[in-house]
């Protein structure tokens, strides 16, 4: 219980120091395992295709506790905010006053503005451990999300996430998905739903410094017999 406790505050101070200066050793690698998800429960999912720079994946009946969104130019920041309230939500602050296991990774969903002086839009999410999925406690401010069948590309970096990589990361993705089907998938999920553009999976510890693992989500719908062979 010592540990688990440990972890919690760790990850809690990762999210509430200056991450932006923090050192960065930035290092792009595909189909690293988190060690985190060695030590506290992470969604699962199906590998679909490992591709040049990315993974397709695709998690089934995946349930996540969310904030409202929050306006603001900084992911960061944003992050921030909503994990204190995430934080809170997990040590008893809920319906039930339940304390709930934590859980990895933490993922920020990015809505960016249309220019560079406006606010972007960020909804931070917490993953539902199993056993609290059926019935998750309800708690002001948060709302559930229950994800269908869902397909995710993902670009894995390390070192430190901050508001200035996260964006060249997303971009490295779209460019590495450019003339997939999945690239046309992405495009059409876009046009029917505009919510977010791209998420941010954070799954470690400020303390570890090698072996970071964080990833760039990009969500989409594709029906299974339109995927390619």
């Known amino acids: 219980m010592a540990a688990f406790n440990t972890f919690k505050l760790s990850l809690l101070l990762s999210l509430l120091s200056n991450i932006g200066l923090l050192p960065e050793t930035s290092k792009n690698n595909v189909g690293l395992f988190p060690p985190t998800c060695n030590r506290i429960e992470c969604p699962t999912f199906d590998v679909i295709q490992a591709g040049n720079d990315y993974e397709i994946r695709r998690y089934n009946s ?24 995430l934080f809170d939500y997990i040590q008893g602050n809920n319906k039930y006053e339940q304390q709930i296991e934590m859980t990895a990774p933490v ?27 059926a019935n998750p406690p309800a708690a002001e401010g948060l709302h559930v999300q229950r994800w269908k069948s869902t397909y995710v590309a993902i670009r894995q970096f ?29 495009e059409k999920t876009r046009k029917a739903d505009a919510s977010s553009v791209y998420t941010v999976a954070q799954y470690n510890s400020p303390f570890e410094f090698s072996d970071r693992v964080n990833e760039i989500w990009i969500l989409f719908d594709m029906e299974d017999e339109f995927l390619p062979a």
């Open 62 to 85: 995946t349930v996540w506790m969310s904030t409202s969104s929050i306006q603001g130019i900084s992911l960061v920041e944003a992050t921030r905010t909503g994990f204190l309230q």
């Open 158 to 186: 390390s070192g430190f996430v901050t508001d200035y990589n996260v964006g060249e990361e997303a971009a490295a993705l779209e460019a590495s998905l450019e003339g997939t089907a999945w690239s046309a998938a992405i």
């Open 107 to 133: 993922i920020t969903e990015v809505l960016p503005s249309d220019g560079p002086f406006c606010e972007s839009s960020f909804t931070v999410s917490f993953y539902v451990p199993k056993v609290n999925q």
